[in-house]
Protein backbone atom coordinates (compact mmCIF):
# COMPACT_ATOMS: atom_id res chain seq x y z
CA UNK A 1 0.00 0.00 0.00
CA UNK A 2 1.45 3.24 -1.26
CA UNK A 3 1.93 5.68 1.75
CA UNK A 4 0.42 9.00 0.43
CA UNK A 5 1.64 12.51 0.55
CA UNK A 6 0.67 16.12 -0.88
CA UNK A 7 1.76 16.52 -3.92
CA UNK A 8 4.96 19.15 -3.81
CA UNK A 9 5.50 18.81 -0.18
CA UNK A 10 8.13 17.16 2.11
CA UNK A 11 8.38 13.37 1.59
CA UNK A 12 6.57 11.99 5.11
CA UNK A 13 8.31 9.08 6.65
CA UNK A 14 5.99 5.81 6.41
CA UNK A 15 4.95 4.61 9.53
CA UNK A 16 7.03 1.41 9.37
CA UNK A 17 10.42 3.08 8.60
CA UNK A 18 11.41 3.36 12.40
CA UNK A 19 11.08 -0.42 12.86
CA UNK A 20 13.81 -1.15 10.12
CA UNK A 21 15.77 1.71 10.74
CA UNK A 22 15.99 0.49 14.55
CA UNK A 23 17.40 -3.04 13.23
CA UNK A 24 19.64 -1.57 10.02
CA UNK A 25 21.79 1.55 11.60
CA UNK A 26 25.01 -0.09 11.71
CA UNK A 27 27.21 -1.97 13.69
CA UNK A 28 27.34 0.96 16.36
CA UNK A 29 23.78 2.46 16.11
CA UNK A 30 21.37 -0.05 15.19
CA UNK A 31 19.82 -2.04 18.56
CA UNK A 32 17.80 -5.26 19.04
CA UNK A 33 13.39 -4.44 19.04
CA UNK A 34 12.11 -3.93 22.12
CA UNK A 35 9.22 -6.49 22.59
CA UNK A 36 6.64 -3.67 22.50
CA UNK A 37 8.10 -2.73 19.07
CA UNK A 38 8.35 -6.29 17.65
CA UNK A 39 4.70 -6.62 18.43
CA UNK A 40 3.71 -3.06 16.95
CA UNK A 41 5.93 -3.72 13.88
CA UNK A 42 4.63 -7.53 13.34
CA UNK A 43 1.04 -5.85 13.45
CA UNK A 44 1.01 -3.69 11.04
CA UNK A 45 2.69 -6.55 8.75
CA UNK A 46 -0.13 -8.69 9.36
CA UNK A 47 -2.56 -5.55 9.24
CA UNK A 48 -0.68 -5.28 5.15
CA UNK A 49 0.23 -2.27 6.04
CA UNK A 50 4.15 -2.37 5.21
CA UNK A 51 6.07 -1.88 1.50
CA UNK A 52 7.05 -5.16 -0.01
CA UNK A 53 10.49 -3.29 0.38
CA UNK A 54 10.19 -2.41 3.70
CA UNK A 55 8.75 -6.09 4.51
CA UNK A 56 12.24 -7.66 3.14
CA UNK A 57 14.12 -5.16 4.28
CA UNK A 58 12.86 -6.17 7.98
CA UNK A 59 13.11 -10.01 7.69
CA UNK A 60 16.91 -9.80 6.48
CA UNK A 61 17.77 -7.69 8.88
CA UNK A 62 16.23 -9.86 11.83
CA UNK A 63 17.82 -13.11 10.14
CA UNK A 64 20.96 -11.93 9.50
CA UNK A 65 21.43 -10.81 13.32
CA UNK A 66 19.20 -13.87 14.78
CA UNK A 67 16.11 -12.76 16.66
CA UNK A 68 16.27 -12.60 20.19
CA UNK A 69 14.01 -13.83 22.65
CA UNK A 70 12.11 -9.96 23.40
CA UNK A 71 11.44 -9.96 19.01
CA UNK A 72 10.34 -13.25 18.66
CA UNK A 73 7.64 -13.26 21.87
CA UNK A 74 6.30 -9.60 20.31
CA UNK A 75 6.18 -11.06 16.46
CA UNK A 76 4.73 -14.21 18.23
CA UNK A 77 1.88 -12.47 19.81
CA UNK A 78 1.33 -10.00 17.05
CA UNK A 79 0.29 -12.63 15.49
CA UNK A 80 -1.37 -14.37 17.72
CA UNK A 81 -3.73 -11.24 17.77
CA UNK A 82 -4.52 -11.56 14.23
CA UNK A 83 -5.96 -15.40 14.26
CA UNK A 84 -9.81 -15.08 14.71
CA UNK A 85 -10.96 -18.19 15.94
CA UNK A 86 -14.64 -19.04 16.98
CA UNK A 87 -15.58 -17.80 20.16
CA UNK A 88 -16.78 -21.33 21.51
CA UNK A 89 -13.25 -22.98 20.53
CA UNK A 90 -12.32 -25.65 22.93
CA UNK A 91 -9.92 -26.06 25.77
CA UNK A 92 -6.78 -27.58 24.13
CA UNK A 93 -4.14 -29.61 26.33
CA UNK A 94 -0.80 -29.49 23.86
CA UNK A 95 0.08 -26.86 21.12
CA UNK A 96 2.30 -29.36 18.64
CA UNK A 97 4.37 -27.00 16.00
CA UNK A 98 4.96 -28.89 12.78
CA UNK A 99 6.81 -26.93 10.42
CA UNK A 100 9.85 -29.10 9.78
CA UNK A 101 8.86 -32.19 7.31
CA UNK A 102 10.44 -34.99 7.33
CA UNK A 103 12.99 -36.57 4.70
CA UNK A 104 15.40 -39.21 6.72
CA UNK A 105 12.98 -41.38 8.58
CA UNK A 106 9.05 -41.14 8.44
CA UNK A 107 7.12 -38.90 10.26
CA UNK A 108 6.62 -40.91 13.69
CA UNK A 109 5.77 -38.01 15.53
CA UNK A 110 1.89 -37.87 14.38
CA UNK A 111 1.54 -41.52 15.95
CA UNK A 112 2.75 -40.11 19.00
CA UNK A 113 0.08 -37.46 18.74
CA UNK A 114 -2.71 -39.36 18.03
CA UNK A 115 -1.78 -41.73 20.75
CA UNK A 116 -2.32 -38.95 22.99
CA UNK A 117 -5.48 -37.89 21.54
CA UNK A 118 -6.84 -41.07 22.34
CA UNK A 119 -5.55 -41.02 25.73
CA UNK A 120 -7.68 -37.62 26.45
CA UNK A 121 -4.57 -35.17 25.94
CA UNK A 122 -6.40 -33.29 22.74
CA UNK A 123 -3.58 -31.81 20.53
CA UNK A 124 -3.44 -28.77 17.97
CA UNK A 125 -1.13 -29.28 15.52
CA UNK A 126 -0.14 -26.52 13.23
CA UNK A 127 2.64 -26.33 10.25
CA UNK A 128 3.94 -24.49 6.87
CA UNK A 129 4.62 -27.22 4.34
CA UNK A 130 6.74 -27.28 0.79
CA UNK A 131 9.06 -25.06 1.69
CA UNK A 132 12.01 -27.73 1.34
CA UNK A 133 11.56 -30.05 -1.54
CA UNK A 134 12.15 -33.95 -0.68
CA UNK A 135 10.69 -33.60 2.40
CA UNK A 136 7.15 -35.95 3.89
CA UNK A 137 4.93 -33.12 5.47
CA UNK A 138 1.79 -33.66 8.38
CA UNK A 139 -1.00 -33.51 5.96
CA UNK A 140 0.07 -36.19 3.29
CA UNK A 141 1.44 -38.15 6.13
CA UNK A 142 -1.61 -37.76 7.82
CA UNK A 143 -4.24 -38.82 4.74
CA UNK A 144 -2.20 -41.42 4.62
CA UNK A 145 -3.44 -42.77 7.89
CA UNK A 146 -7.54 -41.32 6.57
CA UNK A 147 -6.85 -38.33 8.55
CA UNK A 148 -7.91 -34.88 7.15
CA UNK A 149 -6.40 -31.84 7.87
CA UNK A 150 -8.70 -28.99 8.74
CA UNK A 151 -9.04 -26.31 6.69
CA UNK A 152 -10.92 -23.80 8.95
CA UNK A 153 -10.55 -22.85 12.22
CA UNK A 154 -14.69 -23.69 12.97
CA UNK A 155 -13.70 -27.45 11.49
CA UNK A 156 -10.64 -27.53 13.73
CA UNK A 157 -12.54 -27.30 16.79
CA UNK A 158 -15.05 -29.69 15.64
CA UNK A 159 -12.46 -32.32 15.27
CA UNK A 160 -10.75 -31.53 18.26
CA UNK A 161 -14.02 -32.04 20.04
CA UNK A 162 -14.96 -34.86 18.39
CA UNK A 163 -11.59 -36.92 18.01
CA UNK A 164 -9.08 -34.50 20.31
CA UNK A 165 -6.75 -33.27 17.50
CA UNK A 166 -6.37 -31.09 14.39
CA UNK A 167 -4.16 -30.01 12.62
CA UNK A 168 -3.89 -26.78 10.35
CA UNK A 169 -1.34 -25.86 7.52
CA UNK A 170 -0.50 -21.99 7.89
CA UNK A 171 -1.92 -21.52 4.46
CA UNK A 172 -5.43 -22.13 6.23
CA UNK A 173 -4.82 -20.82 9.62
CA UNK A 174 -2.89 -17.51 8.86
CA UNK A 175 -2.87 -16.73 5.55
CA UNK A 176 -1.25 -13.66 6.03
CA UNK A 177 1.36 -15.00 8.09
CA UNK A 178 1.83 -18.11 5.21
CA UNK A 179 1.94 -15.48 2.39
CA UNK A 180 5.29 -13.70 4.34
CA UNK A 181 6.87 -16.82 4.63
CA UNK A 182 6.57 -17.53 1.40
CA UNK A 183 9.00 -14.83 0.42
CA UNK A 184 11.70 -17.57 1.41
CA UNK A 185 11.76 -18.02 -2.46
CA UNK A 186 12.05 -14.82 -3.04
CA UNK A 187 14.69 -13.35 -0.71
CA UNK A 188 16.49 -16.80 -0.31
CA UNK A 189 16.80 -16.55 3.18
CA UNK A 190 14.90 -18.96 5.98
CA UNK A 191 12.56 -16.46 7.43
CA UNK A 192 12.90 -15.72 11.19
CA UNK A 193 9.00 -16.19 10.90
CA UNK A 194 9.39 -19.40 10.42
CA UNK A 195 11.00 -19.90 14.04
CA UNK A 196 7.73 -17.28 15.37
CA UNK A 197 5.41 -19.08 13.96
CA UNK A 198 6.08 -22.40 15.47
CA UNK A 199 5.62 -20.14 18.92
CA UNK A 200 2.20 -18.92 18.17
CA UNK A 201 0.06 -21.01 20.44
CA UNK A 202 -3.07 -20.00 18.55
CA UNK A 203 -5.89 -21.80 20.70
CA UNK A 204 -4.18 -21.09 23.96
CA UNK A 205 -3.27 -24.78 24.82
CA UNK A 206 -1.95 -25.22 28.65
CA UNK A 207 1.48 -26.69 27.34
CA UNK A 208 3.52 -25.87 24.05
CA UNK A 209 6.05 -27.89 22.50
CA UNK A 210 8.71 -27.59 19.71
CA UNK A 211 11.30 -29.26 18.06
CA UNK A 212 14.19 -27.66 16.22
CA UNK A 213 17.19 -28.72 14.08
CA UNK A 214 19.60 -26.37 15.32
CA UNK A 215 19.91 -26.14 19.41
CA UNK A 216 20.95 -22.06 19.85
CA UNK A 217 17.44 -22.03 18.93
CA UNK A 218 16.05 -23.43 22.09
CA UNK A 219 17.15 -20.66 24.47
CA UNK A 220 15.15 -18.48 22.19
CA UNK A 221 11.79 -20.28 21.83
CA UNK A 222 12.29 -21.65 26.07
CA UNK A 223 12.93 -17.69 27.04
CA UNK A 224 10.31 -15.96 23.97
CA UNK A 225 7.29 -18.29 25.53
CA UNK A 226 8.21 -17.08 28.93
CA UNK A 227 8.10 -13.63 27.90
CA UNK A 228 4.65 -14.70 25.91
CA UNK A 229 3.61 -15.81 29.38
CA UNK A 230 3.41 -19.29 28.51
CA UNK A 231 3.44 -21.47 31.79
CA UNK A 232 4.60 -24.86 30.57
CA UNK A 233 6.48 -25.66 27.22
CA UNK A 234 9.31 -28.00 25.90
CA UNK A 235 11.80 -27.35 23.03
CA UNK A 236 14.37 -29.99 21.89
CA UNK A 237 16.72 -30.77 18.85
CA UNK A 238 14.36 -33.22 17.25
CA UNK A 239 14.64 -35.14 14.26
CA UNK A 240 14.66 -33.38 11.38
CA UNK A 241 13.53 -30.25 13.39
CA UNK A 242 10.35 -31.49 14.10
CA UNK A 243 8.54 -32.80 17.58
CA UNK A 244 9.99 -36.01 17.88
CA UNK A 245 12.61 -37.67 19.73
CA UNK A 246 15.94 -39.44 18.38
CA UNK A 247 15.90 -42.25 20.02
CA UNK A 248 19.44 -43.53 19.44
CA UNK A 249 20.85 -39.73 20.94
CA UNK A 250 20.88 -38.67 24.71
CA UNK A 251 18.31 -35.41 24.37
CA UNK A 252 18.51 -32.18 26.18
CA UNK A 253 14.95 -30.70 26.63
CA UNK A 254 14.57 -26.88 27.94
CA UNK A 255 11.59 -26.57 29.66
CA UNK A 256 9.16 -24.07 31.76
CA UNK A 257 7.36 -25.34 34.80
CA UNK A 258 4.88 -22.93 36.08
CA UNK A 259 6.70 -20.61 34.16
CA UNK A 260 10.12 -21.06 35.64
CA UNK A 261 12.92 -21.99 32.31
CA UNK A 262 15.05 -25.25 33.46
CA UNK A 263 16.76 -27.80 31.04
CA UNK A 264 16.60 -31.88 31.86
CA UNK A 265 19.10 -34.39 30.28
CA UNK A 266 17.10 -37.61 28.73
CA UNK A 267 19.74 -40.96 27.94
CA UNK A 268 19.51 -42.75 24.38
CA UNK A 269 16.45 -45.18 24.22
CA UNK A 270 18.59 -47.42 21.75
CA UNK A 271 22.20 -48.34 21.00
CA UNK A 272 23.58 -47.77 18.15
CA UNK A 273 22.82 -45.48 14.95
CA UNK A 274 20.10 -45.24 12.46
CA UNK A 275 20.64 -44.95 8.67
CA UNK A 276 18.13 -42.83 6.45
CA UNK A 277 15.38 -44.56 4.82
CA UNK A 278 15.84 -45.32 1.58
CA UNK A 279 11.88 -44.26 0.97
CA UNK A 280 9.72 -43.03 3.10
CA UNK A 281 6.77 -45.34 2.71
CA UNK A 282 3.77 -44.03 4.11
CA UNK A 283 1.67 -46.90 4.29
CA UNK A 284 4.27 -47.81 7.14
CA UNK A 285 2.85 -45.44 10.06
CA UNK A 286 -0.45 -47.63 9.53
CA UNK A 287 1.02 -50.45 9.82
CA UNK A 288 2.97 -49.59 12.94
CA UNK A 289 -0.27 -48.03 14.65
CA UNK A 290 -1.90 -51.47 13.36
CA UNK A 291 0.75 -53.38 15.27
CA UNK A 292 1.35 -54.91 11.91
CA UNK A 293 4.87 -53.57 11.83
CA UNK A 294 6.75 -54.04 15.09
CA UNK A 295 9.42 -51.88 13.86
CA UNK A 296 10.99 -51.27 17.55
CA UNK A 297 13.25 -48.48 16.52
CA UNK A 298 10.53 -46.19 15.27
CA UNK A 299 8.21 -47.76 18.64
CA UNK A 300 10.98 -46.26 20.80
CA UNK A 301 10.65 -42.61 18.17
CA UNK A 302 6.96 -42.64 19.57
CA UNK A 303 7.18 -43.49 22.79
CA UNK A 304 9.60 -41.18 23.49
CA UNK A 305 8.47 -38.42 22.13
CA UNK A 306 4.73 -39.18 24.13
CA UNK A 307 7.18 -39.32 27.12
CA UNK A 308 8.42 -35.92 26.68
CA UNK A 309 5.07 -34.48 26.69
CA UNK A 310 3.68 -36.38 29.33
CA UNK A 311 7.17 -34.94 31.45
CA UNK A 312 6.34 -31.50 30.90
CA UNK A 313 2.62 -30.88 30.50
CA UNK A 314 2.68 -31.88 34.21
CA UNK A 315 1.60 -35.47 33.69
CA UNK A 316 4.51 -37.30 34.77
CA UNK A 317 6.83 -36.54 37.64
CA UNK A 318 10.72 -37.52 36.21
CA UNK A 319 11.72 -39.00 33.20
CA UNK A 320 11.46 -43.08 34.13
CA UNK A 321 8.34 -42.20 35.08
CA UNK A 322 7.46 -40.07 31.98
CA UNK A 323 8.64 -43.16 29.74
CA UNK A 324 7.14 -45.74 31.64
CA UNK A 325 3.90 -44.05 31.03
CA UNK A 326 4.59 -43.22 27.37
CA UNK A 327 5.29 -47.21 26.87
CA UNK A 328 2.14 -48.10 28.19
CA UNK A 329 0.34 -45.14 26.33
CA UNK A 330 1.61 -47.09 23.05
CA UNK A 331 1.53 -50.16 24.09
CA UNK A 332 -2.27 -50.25 25.15
CA UNK A 333 -3.39 -47.89 21.99
CA UNK A 334 -6.68 -49.20 20.63
CA UNK A 335 -4.95 -50.45 16.83
CA UNK A 336 -8.39 -50.84 14.87
CA UNK A 337 -9.20 -46.92 15.36
CA UNK A 338 -7.54 -43.81 14.31
CA UNK A 339 -8.52 -40.58 16.04
CA UNK A 340 -9.81 -38.57 13.05
CA UNK A 341 -9.31 -41.22 10.63
CA UNK A 342 -12.58 -40.91 7.84
Sequence with gaps: MAHPRAHGATPQEHPFAQYVRILGKGPNLSRPLTMDEARAAMTMIMKGEVEQAQLGAFLCLLRVKTELPEEAAGLALAIKDSIQLPADAPKVDVDWASYAGKSRQLPHYLLAALTLAQH???VFMHGAENHTAGRVYSSEALASLGVPAATS??????????????YMTLENLSPRLHQVMGL??????RSPIHTVARMVNPFGA????NGVTHPPYMPVHQEGSRLMGERFAAVFKGDGGEVERRPEKDCTVAFLADGQPGTEEWPALIAGTRDKEDGLELPRLKALWTGED????????????????LRYSGRAASVAEAEGAAQAMW????????????
Design 120 to 122: GIS
Design 153 to 166: AEQACAQLRAHNFA
Design 184 to 189: RQLLGL
Design 206 to 209: AFTI
Design 294 to 309: KDEVAAAAIAGTIAIV
Design 331 to 342: RDRIKTRIPGAV
